[in-house]
């Protein structure tokens, strides 16, 4: 990890028109509901807005258009989410097709898995969810026992995946199994894409602590699941999630899922500040501006096939740090009840109670941590 | 970077070597006076990024020596300090890895103890976002041609950012040294001791959060984002 510099962030084309038309799109597009919904807003789920994201072309970006896609470089996508999540647009219905299924898709899967899926993720009318956790396999993910015997018929999928974000809303789940019978660790896994109407799939839900239905426990009960399902090369499964998870970790939602706090705590203060509060507006600014070169610095050698996982993790625990210090921060500087009903003291509460997450969900603080030092030779 | 770019810095490695003996005056020879003077006028030619490069090996073997000032004006000090501050981080972080890597405690090198190594990896964060500071800031500078006041807003994020980062850089680093980075013998200080120096000099934390602060409460909300991005990417 020695000799770190900048990688070049060098979209093609005109990307000011890019984001002047974006910005244009959304200002008659962007649904003006509650603000707490712009916050955390790669969670918050509107499938009206996908679909018309979508049929505006900015689902799918980098897709060939052969399966709906744009062609576009996957920089000029970079530049479209991180407008969309400043902006605060309810993205949360196709972000997980759009991120990290799709791509995954085109690398690993069959020319029919790419037919049948590509175009409704591009369209923002497909949606996919993430089934890796289980009841015992959460940080240590390599102990998964949802297993998939393959059978004439197709694959026999039984077991459990919990803590499935949006599994409810999803058509999909890209679920990570086990396929060879007696197989340990990261050995003998598998990816399966699995349609969420299949009999014998049960999908409960989990209230969080912010009393949202946003995660799932998911339960598989001898369910028949065609050879088809299977993307990529049976075995592989860890080897196909590892590089998932690079896709994952490194994106603006890193440093961008609060930023409407940031935007309220200005538009609250006013152009004359007081000096504490010009403190922390400067202190929040400068990490946020230093959180944006990082991430787009990731994304650009991400772009030129690099595989940059160290650095996608400085990008993820920088940012988590970043999006849980600023609520706390802000609490401790401006008057504020708790149960006020202005945007600044909505936005405060959501983000207090939504920030204990952000250091758990993909991979947590020790997890990243540790691949960090790895990077670093220690391990 | 590119070969010009490595020969440069090929060349102040071994001219500050000499320095760290003989003073500032073989830094002045080899012409590192001349590094942003135009080619026209018989300078080097060189833009922020050949500076911020020459800079960071500065703050790891010269630290004392005003190198900084030989290069470049009043105006461009806080950037230059970035810089060194990037590289004396930099060098803090091969100590401690190189460290941990070959001090035995408890039967086995340092290293393999979670909980250093989640603090170096803590550390390791805080030295890439000033190294990224440091370059992001330097590309700004050439943008707009080295004027300084054009590139205010990013003068201000990267030292502050630089001097947020130092009080994590320097505990972890020293921490993990043991009482051996505690030693005059040892030059871990070398690189901790400046780092503190630095944070104080060209505008400490509350100089530079205040201005940023606020020169972005005059952008208003939404301002932030659109002039952050206008002003790169
Ligand atoms: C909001 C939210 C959304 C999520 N969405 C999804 C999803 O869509 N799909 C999905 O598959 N999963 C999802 N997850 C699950 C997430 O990936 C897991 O929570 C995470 O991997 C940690 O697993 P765990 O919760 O079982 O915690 P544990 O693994 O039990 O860890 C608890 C604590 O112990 C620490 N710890 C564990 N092992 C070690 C070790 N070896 N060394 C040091 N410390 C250790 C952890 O870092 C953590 O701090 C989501 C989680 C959250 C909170």
Redesign the pocket.
Same mark, same amino acid.
């Given at each position: 990890m020695q000799g770190f510099a900048l990688y070049p962030f060098d979209p093609p084309g005109d990307i000011a028109a890019l984001r002047a038309d974006l910005r244009a799109w959304l200002a008659s597009n962007q649904p003006q509901d509650d603000v707490v919904s712009r916050a955390n807003c790669w !969670?918050s789920f509107d499938p009206d807005f996908s679909r018309a994201l979508g049929a505006a072309g900015y689902i799918g970006m980098t897709l060939p258009a052969r399966y709906g896609g744009r062609d576009r470089h996957p920089l000029e996508r970079y530049v479209v989410i991180e407008e969309l999540l400043a902006a605060g647009a309810p993205v949360g219905a196709h972000w997980?097709a759009d991120r990290q299924t799709g791509p995954l898709i085109l690398r690993y899967g069959s020319e029919e898995q790419r037919q049948r899926y590509l175009p409704g993720i591009a369209k923002g009318e497909l949606y996919a969810?993430?089934?890796? /956790? $289980?009841?015992s !396999?959460? /940080?240590?993910?390599a102990a998964v026992r949802t297993s998939a015997r393959e059978t004439a018929e197709g694959w026999r999928v039984n077991g459990q995946?919990?803590?499935?974000?949006? !599994?409810h809303l999803s058509h999909v789940m890209l679920t990570?199994v086990r396929t060879e019978e007696g197989s340990e660790r990261n050995a003998g896994l598998s990816q399966l894409l699995i349609d969420l109407d299949t009999a014998g799939i049960t999908i409960r839900p989990i209230i969080?602590m912010a009393g949202n239905h946003?995660?799932n426990e998911v339960f598989f009960d001898d369910v028949l699941v065609p050879h088809g399902a299977l993307v990529g090369e049976r075995g592989q499964g860890w080897k196909q999630v590892t590089a998932e998870l690079g896709l994952e970790r490194s994106g603006p939602e890193r440093y961008l899922s609060s930023h409407a706090l940031l935007v309220a705590l200005i538009d609250a203060t006013g152009p004359d500040p007081d000096p504490a509060l010009a403190t922390l507006i400067g202190e929040l600014t400068a990490e946020m501006w230093t959180l944006r070169q990082l991430s787009m610095s990731t994304a650009a050698k991400l772009a030129a096939g690099e595989d940059p996982m160290v650095e996608a993790s400085v990008v993820k625990e920088l940012g988590n740090a970043f999006e849980q210090d600023m609520p706390r921060r802000v609490q401790a500087i401006v008057t504020s009840g708790w149960d006020d009903e202005n945007d600044l003291a909505k936005l405060l509460r959501a983000l207090l109670i939504a920030s204990? /997450?952000f /250091?758990?969900?993909?991979?947590?603080? $020790?997890?990243i941590r540790?691949i960090i030092a790895r990077g670093l030779g220690l391990r | 970077m590119s070969a010009a770019r490595d020969m440069l810095c090929d060349t102040a490695r071994a001219v500050f070597a000499e320095a760290v003996t003989a003073g500032i005056a073989p830094v002045e020879e080899a012409g590192f006076g001349l590094l942003l003077v135009p080619e026209e006028e018989n300078g080097f030619g060189g833009d922020w990024g050949d500076v911020n490069a020459v800079l960071q090996i500065a703050g790891v073997v010269v630290p004392d020596l005003p190198v900084a000032e030989l290069i470049a004006g009043e105006a461009y000090q806080p950037a230059a300090t970035v810089s060194l501050m990037a590289g004396a981080m930099g060098q803090a972080l091969t100590l401690s890895i190189d460290h941990v890597n070959t001090r035995q405690q408890f039967g086995r090198p340092l290293g393999k103890f979670?909980a250093v190594q989640?603090s170096l990896a803590v550390m390791a964060c805080e030295v890439r976002a000033v190294e990224a500071a440091a370059a992001a800031l330097a590309l700004r500078l050439d943008a707009v041609g080295l004027d300084a006041s054009a590139a205010d807003f990013e003068i201000a994020a990267a030292k502050l950012r630089a001097n947020r980062a130092v009080g994590v850089v320097t505990s972890i680093a020293h921490q993990v040294h043991g009482a051996i980075g505690f030693t005059e013998e040892y030059h871990l200080h070398r690189v901790t001791v400046p780092l503190m120096r630095w944070r104080g000099a060209h505008g400490n934390d509350a100089f530079w959060a205040a201005r940023l602060g606020r020169q972005v409460a005059a952008l208003g909300g939404h301002g932030l984002w659109e002039a952050m991005t206008a002003r790169g990417a």
């Open positions: !969670a997980i969810c993430i089934g890796l /956790s $289980e009841p !396999a959460g /940080s240590d993910l995946k919990i803590w499935t974000t949006g !599994a990570l969080d946003d995660f204990p /997450s /250091s758990l969900r993909g991979g947590t603080r $020790e997890v540790g | 979670q989640q």
